[in-house]
């Protein structure tokens, strides 16, 4: 796995946390993830990986259950060394596909989506390379379909996706379970 180091940096008077893990990846060596939730800001780094940037707009409304502020495509931009990608995540309501975050770059398409609770799966062009897992700390766990072959760009950008919107999600029939025990008295 990784170490992480947690850090605060203060700004005038005002603290903003950040958090730093560094992930030991199989096929990629060490994978550097900084997550920094008051600024909206993911960056993705590594000898092996290119760089990935995701940053919210600033002013942009925030929303405390995205590591990153926002769901708002309009609100994020998404580089990869520097070059603009285009990023466009799903708007997250009932369905696990509605969870799905989309990033288009050199004529080339990715899909994170939710495929359990906890996890998310990583498709390029459709094909199935890999499985993320981020409670939303910036601590990304990655693992590698067999038979699959990953490259440097799905790892840095599944780490991004991953720790900028957090991965998994619930059944539709479970949020329905829990809607209906809020209504019903007991």
């Known amino acids: 796995m990784g170490q992480d180091t947690d850090t605060h940096e203060v700004e005038g008077a005002q603290e903003r946390p950040v958090r730093e893990s560094v992930a030991e990846d199989g ?98 062009d459709g094909e199935h390379v890999g499985d993320f897992g981020s409670q939303g700390d910036g601590r990304v766990l990655a693992e590698w379909r067999e038979g699959a072959e990953p490259e440097a760009l799905d790892a840095a950008l599944g780490y991004a996706l991953a720790a900028a919107f957090g991965t998994g999600a619930h059944p539709m029939w479970m949020l329905v379970v829990d809607a209906v025990g809020d209504i019903v008295p007991g």
């Open 27 to 124: 096929r990629f060596g060490a994978v550097t993830v900084r997550l920094d939730t008051a600024l909206g800001e993911v960056t993705v780094e590594g000898g092996a990986v290119p760089r990935v940037e995701l940053r919210r707009a600033e002013g942009a409304e925030t929303d405390d259950h995205v590591p990153v502020g926002t769901r708002d495509g309009k609100r994020l931009a998404l580089t990869v060394d520097g070059e603009e990608a285009v990023l466009d995540p799903s708007k997250g309501r009932l369905t696990r596909r509605s969870f799905a975050v989309d990033v288009r770059y050199a004529g080339r398409a990715w899909r994170l989506v939710p495929d359990s609770v906890a996890g998310s799966r990583l498709l390029r």
